[in-house]
Antibody, heavy 118, light 110 residues
Framework: QVQLVESGGGVVQPGRSLRLSCAAS????????MHWVRQAAGKGLEWVAVIWHDGSNKYYTDSVQGRFTISRDNSKNTLYLQINSLRGDDTAIYYC???????????WGQGTMVTVSS | QSALTQPPSASGSPGLSVAISCTGSTSDIGGYNYVSWYQQFPGKAPKLMIY???KRPSGVPDRFSGSKSGNTASLTVSGLQAEDEADYYCTSYGGSNNILFGGGTKLTVL
């Protein structure tokens, strides 16, 4: 069965960095595009970034461009999100998700919470 | 780009139908057939209900259907059941490798 398990969240001071991980199992990880989506408490979902199946292309929402880096290690079946220069509005649950089709995510992890606070 | 526009709330009685709208522009919903819908329960990850405007993933009841007209997409839930009470989000490809979400609609089964 498909499983996505995020880790790496926590409480971080503004301006610091954090790396989130998403361990995938139950499917051929290297065949799928992967995304990060976040959700602030009580708010809606926000698409963050995508990486193609082979890592050849990466795209970001405007608000994180230049601060976030999505990457993957297909040999380890793991997706990453490096978050630099953390800001208060980055506080959210971060989900990794598998791409079924354009803007369609068929499997999601349980999420990892990132709290930016001094 | 701005998020897609959804009504904050919708409601319907058991057994009846309700439609949730999602309005965008010619740059997103109107320009591509890449609209998806997600169901989310409190404290849980979203679940894909509809993709490519009207396709249902395996396991999603056929009570859920999707459509699009111009710049507005809709999710219709027929034969409402108490278990359908949840938050629903639409997404669309927004061009330039960008994906947009709607603000979400809280569906209440009366």
């Amino acid at each position: 069965q498909v499983q996505l398990v995020e880790s790496g969240g926590g409480v971080v001071q503004p301006g610091r960095s954090l790396r989130l991980s998403c361990a995938a199992s139950g499917f051929t990880f290297s065949s799928y595009g992967m995304h990060w989506v976040r959700q602030a408490a009580g708010k809606g979902l926000e698409w963050v970034a995508v990486i193609w199946h082979d890592g050849s292309n990466k795209y970001y929402t405007d608000s994180v461009q230049g601060r976030f880096t999505i990457s993957r290690d297909n040999s380890k079946n793991t997706l990453y999100l490096q978050i630099n220069s953390l800001r208060g509005d980055d506080t959210a649950i971060y989900y990794c998700a598998r791409q079924l089709a354009t803007s369609a995510f068929d499997f999601w992890g349980q999420g990892t919470m990132v709290t930016v606070s001094s | 780009q701005s998020a897609l526009t959804q009504p904050p709330s919708a409601s319907g009685s058991p057994g009846l139908s309700v439609a949730i709208s999602c309005t965008g522009s010619t740059s997103d919903i109107g320009g591509y057939n890449y609209v998806s819908w997600y169901q989310q329960f409190p404290g849980k990850a979203p679940k894909l209900m509809i993709y490519d405007v009207s396709k249902r993933p395996s396991g999603v009841p056929d009570r859920f259907s999707g459509s699009k007209s111009g710049n507005t997409a809709s999710l219709t839930v027929s034969g409402l059941q108490a278990e359908d009470e949840a938050d629903y989000y639409c997404t669309s490809y927004g061009g330039s490798n960008n994906i947009l979400f709607g603000g979400g609609t809280k569906l209440t089964v009366l």
